[in-house]
């Protein structure tokens, strides 16, 4: 009798295991998209449960028990467009918690405008009208080897090409990786990337946490009025807010770092909340435990980034965020000759790259229709790198240093002025007071004695303002104006920079917009304190003049939805670039154009000029039936000329970049598990570089560049395929994730550079990384 209980008890306990059904809480906020102020009032409906609810006082909304899955809302409110919001996950981890932004009604002529359909990849920023996409979290989660890396994930969109395996560099459109702007919570930010080089804008991995980012803008051309100081692309970062309602944990293990994250309210009966992540490099631990990895070198990360949200009832709301990173690569010097089998086996080293930012925000309604954003942010970043060389008595001599400190402390403030549903404003400055210590000591050339070529401890401020317009003809036309102004005090330099773009929504299905901007870019603040020493003994700063780099951006664009969840897009674009700085020497062929990191400690001149012009077709089927795909293809050219005259191609012409990026999740029945199966295949024309004089070479004993025939030669085409594999697992209060990346599957060669070698007499490829697997878990609770 007791057996057949027992067996009753446990059959019973299995079946109810079996049929749980695992539940959360989805939660969150309506606002305005333009003033972001709270909507009371709203109706959010989860179209698959039928279920509704209407927002309280504060926009605030609330479905409990919800059956983990993914699902859609729809939202609706008196005066504003419906809104959808598509692939909203419920985990049993973690509670979901959502920001709905919602767009006002011009005029409310009939029911078919209420029900209009909403692009899924609309840009938070209202007035990016043209090469402007969002993208989310789960993304950079999602997509084959993107790692939550915003960089990486972005090398499926058009116009994107990467620019180096073992890093997450990008090229926007044949433009320098160098011009692209990093901004976070409506402030500039400095590259938040681990192992970044001084000038650049990329590094081996990203600083961010994927816990803290919420859904941010990446944008590739024409930018709207309030971005200034680039000239290929934005990504405009927006964090979460942690839960301020119960605390959640989140660990994450795997080959990139070992992470924490906690977040959670301060007290129950406050609505501020903590937002915490930490990551530490699971390679330097594997090294402390004895386990030797990437022989002789050792290579060392970790960083920390936060969010806190203080809310007030009178004063505003405040934010305290910030990020840091330390990360370093040590090659140790070999004292044992046998093993020198190449020239760089005799050159230890050792590089640093670190970089740190603290900033506060402060947002504020002023009476229905205006808001003030402000904000304050300082940060530091440190790069040096330091070389020797081992002669033949094991002695060490030192062939290059540098050491790039830059301090920098920004004051923004924007005010958000709605007059009426027609007229929207946007009128901001932004101020930096810059300190920096610029030290180098190199050789200009093979066999010539070390020198100081920077040796500066100086400071100088920048001053930028906007102001955008925002004039909505109808429900279908939307007219955005407006103008940035940047000035460098330190030689007194200044653009005024006119923006402007022009959408139809020609049908519920199509639409079609032109941008227009001109935009500028101050040099690596390195460059304008290159020392030149004259025959009279004293010391010039040839560059401390420079101007800005500028370019202008025309844009056509073109969307269509096809079908409900599959939409085709094109992008045709031509930009102009001039007072680009080159060589003074009319014979030389080169242009900052070519460079992707690094200042440059050559005079320069303003007298270069280039031009990028292509089209970007993009095919996009949102995740729907638990399957998704994004296949572009882009056809380009990438064009410069310097103090020579003579139009060449630049090094980032490949003219074509192909992706297809997909994936597809089986859930089971009950939705407790979920295996996803991700690819992503990108093809792209090779890089070129600078042929050798080989004959004058030979001749020399050293390299002597074919400056006539600057960029000719080309690297093969690149190739390289991405999966991931994923396992999820919903449990009672809390989920798992085990995942494997696999970048470059097929383990393809892709060149990453060409050298002449004299021993071989021949052209010699290095080629970049090969395949790297990078396994994961995560728990969340």
Excluded: C
């Amino acid at each position: 009798m007791a057996k057949r209980t027992i067996l009753a008890i446990t059959l019973s306990l299995l079946t109810f295991l079996l049929n749980a059904q695992y539940t959360q809480q989805l939660r969150g906020t309506v606002v305005d998209r333009v003033l972001q102020q709270p909507l009371a009032g709203a109706t959010v409906t989860i179209t698959g449960l039928n279920k509704s609810v209407v927002t309280d006082a504060d926009g605030l909304f609330r479905f409990r028990d919800i059956p983990v899955g993914i699902y859609q809302l729809t939202i609706s409110f008196s005066g504003y467009k419906n809104g959808t919001m598509d692939n909203i996950g419920i985990n049993s981890g973690k509670e979901t918690v959502i920001t709905i932004p919602l767009e006002t009604l011009v005029k409310v002529e009939n029911e078919v405008i209420l029900k209009s359909n909403s692009r899924r990849n609309k840009p938070l920023n209202d007035m990016s009208a043209v090469s402007a996409r969002a993208f989310t979290v789960e993304e950079t989660q999602k997509y084959a080897a993107a790692v939550n890396d915003p960089l990486r994930m972005a090398a499926s969109f058009p116009g994107v090409a990467v620019a180096d395996d073992g890093n997450n560099t990008i090229v926007i459109r044949g433009n320098s990786p160098t011009g692209l702007l990093w901004r976070m919570e409506g402030i500039d930010i400095p590259n938040p990337n681990h192992f970044s080089e001084a000038g650049g804008s990329g590094g081996g991995i990203s600083i961010l946490s994927s816990q803290l980012l919420s859904n941010s803008d990446f944008v590739t051309g024409a930018f709207a009025a309030e971005y200034g100081n680039a000239l290929s692309g934005v990504f405009d970062l927006k964090l979460r807010k942690g839960n301020n309602e119960r605390k959640e944990i989140t660990l994450q293990a795997g080959l990139l770092g070992l992470n924490v994250a906690a977040e959670g309210p301060f007290s129950s009966k406050y609505k501020g909340s903590y937002l915490v992540n930490y990551r530490y490099s699971t390679l330097e631990l594997m090294n402390k435990m004895g386990i030797k990895v990437g022989g002789d070198g050792s290579t060392n990360f970790q960083d920390l980034s936060y969010n806190v949200y203080l809310p007030t009832r009178k004063l505003g709301d405040f934010t305290f965020f910030g990020f840091g990173g330390l990360s370093s690569e040590k090659v140790k010097a070999n004292y044992d000759s046998v093993k020198w089998k190449e020239g760089e086996d005799r050159f230890p080293s050792n590089f640093i790259a670190n970089t740190g930012m603290a900033g506060v925000t402060h947002s504020i309604s002023l009476g229905r229709n205006s808001t003030l954003k402000s904000a304050i942010g300082y940060s530091v970043t440190k790069n040096s790198y330091r070389e020797k060389y081992i002669e033949n008595d094991y002695s060490l001599t030192e062939t290059y240093r540098d050491s790039y400190q830059t301090n920098k402390l920004t004051l923004t403030s924007t005010l958000y002025h709605r007059l009426n549903n027609k007229h929207n404003f946007r009128i901001g400055v932004i101020g930096n007071l810059i300190d920096f210590n610029y030290y180098r000591l190199s050789r200009e050339g093979i066999n010539q004695p070390l020198k100081e070529s920077i040796n500066t401890q100086d400071n100088t401020q920048t001053i930028q303002s906007f102001a955008q317009w925002q004039y909505r003809i109808s429900n279908d036309f939307t007219l955005n104006a407006g103008a940035h102004y940047l000035r460098l005090l330190y030689n007194d330099k200044s653009s005024i920079e006119p923006r402007a773009s022009l959408k139809w929504d020609i049908t519920r299905k199509s639409s079609i917009a032109i941008g227009y901007g001109l935009h500028s870019q101050l040099q690596g603040l390195g460059v304008y304190f290159a020392k030149q020493d004259n025959p009279d003994g004293s010391v010039s700063y040839p560059n401390s003049d420079l101007d800005f780099t500028k370019s202008q951006h025309f844009v056509l664009s073109y969307n269509y939805l096809i079908g409900r969840n599959l939409r085709l897009k094109t992008e045709l674009y031509y930009q102009h670039l001039f007072d680009v700085p080159v060589s003074p020497d009319p014979a030389s062929t080169f242009s900052t154009l070519n460079i992707v990191d690094e200042y440059i400690v050559n005079p320069l001149v303003n007298t270069g000029k280039g031009k990028n012009y292509g089209v970007e077709i993009s095919l996009e089927k949102y995740l729907s039936n638990n399957f998704y795909f994004t296949a572009t293809s882009s056809i380009y050219q990438s064009k410069y000329t310097a103090a020579d005259g003579v139009e060449r191609n630049t090094k980032f012409n490949g003219k074509s970049i192909a992706n297809i990026t997909a994936g597809k999740e089986w859930v089971n029945s009950r939705k407790a598990r979920t295996f996803g199966l991700n690819f992503k295949s990108i093809y792209s024309g090779g890089y070129r570089n600078i042929p050798v004089k080989i004959a004058e070479s030979r001749q020399a004993g050293y390299i002597i560049l074919d400056e006539n025939n600057a960029w000719s030669l080309q690297n093969p085409a690149y190739f390289r395929t991405d999966i991931r594999a994923s396992l999820k697992w919903n449990r009672k209060h809390f989920t798992s994730t085990l995942s494997l990346d696999i970048q470059n599957v097929s383990n393809r060669e892709n060149v990453y550079s060409t050298y002449y070698d004299f021993k071989a007499e021949r052209y010699v490829y290095t080629y970049q990384t090969g395949i790297i697997p990078v396994l994961n878990y995560k728990i969340e609770f």
